[in-house]
């Protein structure tokens, strides 16, 4: 008797021991928690980038005929049982203590327990946790809320969580428009989702979907007809194999990266990428795996685009050559050099590195403008040698100014940097190239544009945000420095970039293994290159640069880059803000403020509250834009560095793109 109450003793402390250990268990996840592998990941249109492993359903939305034959063939008293089945348990330790694991015997609950809560080794251990964890969640769970966390936890091979995405998958259909052997089929795999695999083994898992039709039929829940029916379509099924685009995945790849940072918790989530599909699609199935390139929103910061490996356009550096140049003579202009400085072309010898021009012709002197428009070597090395009193200090300065704007990479700490001996990759470029439309200002570039979570609700929205404003550099000087480059697509090096005369700035560069296209207009910034040895820019880079812009123009306006006026139109007696308030308080002026607010350049990455404002009450036709507080008004004087804000001249006239977007308020000014 003592023993037996021994034993009796031992079992309720080692029950107790066993309910507070299971509950801590239990109490650290929900049972709709889902692993972070299972976001669903979409292009900016919201189409899907990869075929999704996750797609969440909920109970209301799933088929009857799919409850229904779920709970016949895996738990036919789930309604009825507290989270497990005697009968199965016991023969589940019977058959464990035959062959050392365990078999059969799980619920639903049970099975929602060891996908959620623990591992998928069969042992005695993890049965018996599971039937503790299992009253917890039956406990604080409802039974509809437990079968819902099934039909989309339940893992259906090939990586593939959960009956929604399995029926787009495995048959290209919505979860609803499954027909009863579809709906067979993936029943049918979830004991064996590896030997019943759609896709290596097709017969079995057909094989398994009619021995369900069978037990349907036998227990007559179908008719006869019915059944010769689902067996007709059982044999016709052909299951849809998806094709995973390696350039797809490389996107998913960048994505993931920046999704990384954003400490999600869990999986389920449904990310919206700033990448444009029809761009994206259009280019990339020429695209050579010795390219890369990347196009970005110069005024928001989204990552419109990339083409080829990730790694090549985000990390992977090589000499940038001349497309180094422009960043060195915008120096010198600031520094009082001007378009038509003299610069000496003459064979040049420093040490022992003599750099040559590439037509290995010297013309004894040319100006500043001809040598940055034709990439001529020699003149270009003595304007950086002037930009210090010595060749160290203009090194010093140089690396300085181009670390400052993003230009992160090797640096050789030489005279030869002057000709592109640095190494970066496209991505920091394009990012860098960004400074000369607009003025200076870096937007934080970015490439998740919006975060759902699996019921749908937004939970993450990046806003347009100014990551640096470059100090210390004019207006003057970035407006001579987008006449150069503009010139440089007329008439120098990149002459063959369009067909005809266009608005667009842009920069060649040829180094020893890589060649290089890096350009802009008043919204978008490029930047391409070719690795390879004995290329050219001009046959080799411009090309691809060709292919991506005719398709990116195809359906985008050319946007023109504001030039600065160094003379004063028009005097205004009140201060800039008074003078923009006034205008715009015209009621005669409606479409002008609507335009203003789609249209004016770095509205969106100098405002970002009120963008969002507005784009959320765009249909209510609200567009009072300049109903907000005076200290937003200073900032945005501030970052488009007006200079002195009494003045209204030609330089705010054309920042704010008065005659081409509001005709009617320019006409209003100039009365």
């Known amino acids: 008797m003592k023993y037996f109450l021994y034993g009796i003793l031992l079992v309720l402390i080692t029950g107790l021991i066993l309910f507070n250990y299971t509950y801590n268990i239990f109490i650290n996840k929900s049972i709709f928690s889902i692993n972070s592998n299972y976001n669903t990941y979409l292009f900016s249109n919201g189409n899907e980038i990869m075929p999704p492993k996750f797609k969440y359903t909920k109970i209301s939305e799933t088929p009857i005929n799919l409850l229904f034959i779920l709970l016949w063939s895996e738990d036919r008293d789930f309604f009825g049982h507290p989270g497990f089945n005697l009968k199965g348990f016991i023969r589940a330790i019977i058959t464990n203590i035959k062959s050392g694991t365990s078999y059969g015997g799980s619920t639903i609950t049970q099975q929602v327990v060891k996908n959620i809560y623990l591992t998928q080794k069969k042992l005695i251990s993890r049965k018996i946790l599971e039937i503790f964890i299992s009253f917890w969640v039956e406990r604080s769970y409802t039974k509809n809320e437990i079968l819902e966390s099934y039909i989309n936890i339940a893992y259906l091979g090939n990586d593939i969580n959960g009956f929604g995405a399995a029926a787009k998958r495995y048959f290209g259909k919505e979860l609803r428009d499954l027909n009863l052997s579809e709906i067979s089929i993936l029943v049918g795999i979830i004991n064996a989702p590896e030997y019943y695999n759609p896709y290596k083994y097709p017969l079995r898992a057909k094989n398994q979907a009619l021995i369900i039709l069978n037990s349907l039929l036998n227990n007559q829940l179908i008719s006869k007809n019915e059944y010769k029916v689902y067996t007709q379509q059982l044999n016709e099924i052909i299951f849809k194999k998806p094709y995973f685009d390696e350039n797809n995945f490389q996107l998913l790849l960048a994505i993931k990266n920046e999704e990384s940072k954003l400490n999600l918790n869990g999986g389920g989530y449904i990310v919206k990428s700033t990448i444009d599909k029809d761009l994206f699609e259009t280019v990339k199935n020429t695209w050579q795996a010795s390219q890369s390139a990347i196009i970005l929103d110069n005024k928001t910061g989204k990552i419109i685009s990339f083409f080829g490996n990730q790694y090549d356009v985000f990390y992977s550096n090589r000499q940038i050559g001349s497309t180094i140049k422009p960043f060195y003579y915008l120096l010198a202009l600031n520094k009082g050099f001007n378009i038509n400085t003299v610069l000496r072309d003459e064979p040049l010898k420093i040490g022992n590195w003599a750099p040559q021009n590439f037509e290995k012709t010297y013309k004894g002197k040319t100006t500043l403008k001809d040598a940055l428009i034709h990439s001529i070597n020699i003149p270009s090395i003595n304007l950086f040698l002037k930009l210090e009193n010595s060749p160290q200090k203009s090194i010093s300065t140089v690396e300085s100014f181009l670390k400052e704007i993003g230009i992160n990479g ?223 008004i200073q900032k945005y004087i501030n970052s488009l560095d007006l200079g002195d804000t009494f003045i209204y001249n030609d330089f705010v006239r054309d920042k704010l793109f008065l005659e081409y977007y509001f005709p009617d308020l320019a006409i209003e000014i100039n009365k």
């Open 410 to 632: 090797f640096y050789p700490h030489d005279i030869t940097i002057s000709l592109g001996t640095i190494e970066s990759n496209v991505f920091n470029i394009a990012k860098a190239f960004s400074i000369f439309p607009n003025y200076g200002l870096i937007p934080e570039f970015y490439i998740i544009e919006e975060i759902y979570d699996k019921n749908g609700n937004l939970i993450y929205k990046k806003s347009p945000k100014i990551y640096k404003k470059i100090q210390n550099i004019n207006n003057k000087s970035y407006s001579t420095m987008n006449d150069l480059l503009k010139q440089v697509v007329i008439e120098g090096t990149a002459k063959n970039l369009f067909a005809k005369k266009n608005e667009f700035h842009g920069k060649t560069g040829t180094a020893e293994s890589s060649v290089w296209f890096s350009g802009y207009d008043a919204k978008i910034v490029l930047s391409i290159r070719k690795d390879g040895r004995f290329l050219l820019s001009t046959t080799h880079a411009i090309p691809i640069a060709r292919k991506i812009l005719n398709s990116y123009y195809s359906y985008n306006p050319i946007t023109k880059v504001p030039n600065f006026s160094f003379y004063s139109t028009k005097n205004v007696v009140d201060p800039f803000e008074t003078f923009i308030s006034n205008r715009f308080n015209n009621k005669n002026l409606y479409f002008s403020k609507k335009n203003y607010i789609e249209n004016i350049q770095n509205y969106e990455t100098l405002f970002p509250d009120l963008f969002i404002k507005y784009y959320n009450n765009i249909k209510s036709n609200n567009f009072k834009l300049f109903e907000f507080d005076k200290l937003n």
